[in-house]
């Protein structure tokens, strides 16, 4: 399964990589993969308005897109639209952080997976 990582670079800039989070068989029920730990889970929806300038992560946490989009740009330059079923390892708690801005002028609504 692959999912992008957002995180800081040695240039201080944040940047995106995709990985692959490794799937193994599991039988009758599909594949899994290894558990991660967590430390929370928080819910959130932002309006159709959301226009975030540069920040950072607060903290490393995945960010599972459930409906709505919204583009992210890096401190590199690169922008990225994620949407409906996407997942995100943000991990930039350092340097510049990136931007985010809500798509076509529409709400979003997502899951926060903390790891730390």
Do not use: C
Not at 29 to 57: E, M, V
Not at 60 to 73: F, K, P, S
């Amino acid at each position: 399964m692959r999912i992008t990582r957002l995180y800081t670079g040695s240039d201080n800039e944040s940047h995106f990589e995709e990985i692959e989070i490794d799937l193994d068989d599991a039988g009758e029920i599909g594949q899994l993969s290894k558990q991660i730990k967590a430390t929370g889970i928080i819910f959130r929806r932002t309006g159709p308005d959301y226009d975030y300038d540069w920040h950072n992560a607060p903290r490393r946490q995945y960010i599972i897109m459930l409906d709505g989009a919204v583009d992210v740009e890096t401190g590199d330059g690169t922008a990225r639209r994620f949407s409906t079923g996407d997942i995100l390892l943000a991990e930039d708690t350092t340097g510049r952080g990136h931007k985010s801005k809500a798509v076509n002028n529409e709400p979003r609504t997502s899951v926060f997976v903390t790891l730390d």
